[in-house]
């Protein structure tokens, strides 16, 4: 079948790639940015373009561009996209982008899925695709009908014919709460980590401690600051729970309260000890 | 020579098995577990046992012991070290390790250093001990004397010769202030981090950067509990500082303000691309 990717960045390119290394299908691609459609036709990271005609071959697009760009693209494309078309965009939030694209799907024939590939560099464009960025991934997708069994099926095997280990399906608004947690917190206490004074003067005192905890400081701020706006209430819930733990251990020490320390820290560590168990809590 | 090391956990059994891997000296050891101790001498871990008799005959004593217990010892038996008898100590804090061991050290006729290997695992105990964990690692030093350069050299040279890649010197002031941001402060964050409750229910939601952040929540709440309250003014000013730039980061999501939230993370961001940069800031 010949599939679509919009958006040629790192999740994008790698999805092209991945999908002409692993599959047989035929692999059309589109960057707004013009050099970067052209340089991965050179290439032969796509087969050739997507445009207002070819986009009604594709029996599948992906959309890799940030959630604003993904609605305000398939707006456009909306009457183009041949009905039964699979649409599933790669935004690292979902709510508001399913409540806008499910209409637009619904009212010109074609199937909306939001999806999120759990995986990504901290490095982004096309130089840094690679066709196996995806391998041992898992791919979340919030299907508004979860009953058409026929359609996960397909899209399951598209998804892991590229190397996805599996497929978490779950609803949007659940999706961005998760999301908040598992990723957003993190890039945003990592950018704060760097902050203090004294980040500038650690050579030589830090191990792995340090450098696990600011690997991902140095962030794409355009994308990320969309993501974090579009899922505000989440992300804020998630910074207040977080400094409100801090601040425990914070009065336990200006109080030398040992005795209470070692329980905030036992406690934390027994958590981390029940959530990586394979027969704990989740 | 013969050199002694007290503790015989993660780190101190490590020492001895790079010593014995590495070098060609004796190696005494001692735990205050005797299980350990005679564990230690039946893996051949050690040569024999550092008791108030064989301790005179070290010529470097390394202990990897709690800093309580590290002063404890020495005090114990600082009569019995031989005069000009060499001690590093391998603890987490520096400040009141140095206070209280240098006056002892002059008492008695023996050098004190203080010292911290940067270098470790988030498991404890001689049996994830190994030969190699400080290979291209670096060690920190806190000499009195910084001028006794034939002293310098020396240590310096034990210290590579079990694979450490460089050694650090530093007053036991600038050592705390330091490891309270790249170390103490990155366990607490990282020990608070799973506290949310949406840590239970993450899997399938999670990449590397929720994997990287929780890393070393797991931990020692006893030790990490005495190092954190014996460093506890430098642990408090990095708390209160990540928790305000917490603070900016929440204000710019809940007034909606995309440019400062875009700036917040840009410097961040931008931080730590000079922090890493071998031409950047320190």
Known sequence: ????????????????????????????????????????????????????????????????????????????????????????????????????????????????????????????????????????????LTPENTEDIALLEKVTGWIKSIGFASVTVTTPEKHDEIIAFTSQLAHVVSNAYVKSPRAKVHRGFSAGSYRDLTRVARLNETMWAELFLENRENLVAEIEHIVRSLKEYQTALEQGDAETLKALLKDGSDRKERIDSPYGED
């Not at 092209?16 to 459609?37: E, P």
């Not at 078309?85 to 499910?102: A, H, L, N, P, W």
């Not at 074609?110 to 999806?115: E, M, P, R, Y």
């Open 1 to 140: 079948m010949t599939i679509g990717i919009i958006g040629l960045g790192l999740i994008g390119g790698s999805l092209a790639k991945a999908f002409k290394k692993h599959t047989d299908h035929r692999v059309l691609g589109y960057d707004r940015d013009k050099a970067i459609t052209q340089y991965a036709q050179l290439t032969d990271t796509i087969d050739g373009v997507v445009d207002a005609a070819s986009i009604a071959q594709c029996e599948l697009i992906l959309l890799a561009v940030y959630p604003r760009a993904t609605v305000a693209y398939l707006s456009e494309m909306a009457g183009k996209i041949a009905p039964g078309t699979v649409v599933i965009d790669c935004g690292g939030i979902k709510r508001s982008i399913c409540e806008q694209c499910r209409p637009l799907a619904k009212e010109h024939g074609w199937i909306f899925i939001g999806g999120h590939p759990m995986a990504g560099l901290h490095h982004s464009g096309i130089k840094y695709a690679n066709a196996d960025l995806y391998a041992g991934a898992s791919m979340i």
